[in-house]
């Protein structure tokens, strides 16, 4: 913005990781008070400190993605002349180009429809922007109540049961684990059961001992006599 005589109205500035403004005016109250026809002071002021706080939508280079029915739309805002096109990556890990048109002065736009579902990636480089496809409620956030019915059936067939986790004395309560062979019934209070199957079946353990008494001496005072000897050498 530019004053009488092209002196500077408002400059901008990035410092470091910070970034500085100095308005050059201060008829910001005439403004307020609607002098000649008055002016956008409250917008103005409200997004210069915005853009001072690093608001990303006021980012002078930015990378916008969104879902618009069954098309992805991209644009880039940019104070550069010229952009790249965009990558686009699916959700099955397939890249695509998109070519991006100027739609606005400093505002490019591309389109494309997509049939998969999930997280797409789109990145020109230098920024990335993330979207999802599809429904933004899938089955498994339809209904969150937790609730045992739902294996009701299953527990009645196999003898089991649902327990909750509990809290009991500032510690959580786990039901026990029992292994159980011929039964009718596979819980109980505080128990869960486990039917024992005959996959696999354990006959016996045999151990035996790698060196017994004189051998094992005799083996550790070779190993150290023979250590010295070459050490000696």
Do not use: C
């Not at 790249?84 to 890990?93: A, E, H, I, L, N």
Request: hydrophobic share 40%; proline share 6%; no cysteine.
């Amino acid at each position: 913005m530019s004053g009488p005589q092209d002196t500077p109205l408002l400059v901008l500035n990035r410092v470091d990781e910070g970034r500085v403004a100095l308005l050059l005016s201060d008829h910001v109250w005439l403004w307020a008070r609607g002098y000649e026809g008055g002016g956008p002071h409250v917008p103005l002021l409200r997004r210069l400190g915005h853009w001072l706080m690093q608001e990303p939508d006021l980012e002078e280079e930015a990378l916008r993605v969104a879902m618009r029915g069954p098309e992805l739309i991209v644009e880039r805002q940019t104070l550069a002349e010229s952009i790249r096109d965009v990558t686009v990556t699916s959700p099955t890990g397939e890249t695509s180009t998109l070519t991006m048109t100027e739609a606005d002065p400093g505002l490019w736009r591309g389109a494309m429809p997509v049939t998969e579902t999930g997280l797409f990636s789109i990145t020109d480089g230098s920024m990335t922007g993330l979207v999802h496809a599809g429904p933004q409620n899938p089955k498994e956030y339809t209904d969150v109540l937790s609730t045992g019915d739902n294996l009701a059936p299953l527990n009645k067939a196999t003898s089991g049961s649902t327990k909750r986790l509990q809290i009991a004395d500032s510690s959580l309560a786990i039901p026990r684990t029992v292994a159980l062979q011929n039964a009718t019934n596979f819980s109980g209070n505080g128990w869960i059961g486990f039917k024992a199957s005959n996959a696999t079946v354990l006959n016996g353990v045999d151990r035996y001992p790698l060196f017994l008494g004189l051998l094992g001496l005799a083996l550790l005072l070779g190993a150290i006599t023979a250590t010295w000897y070459r050490e000696g050498r």
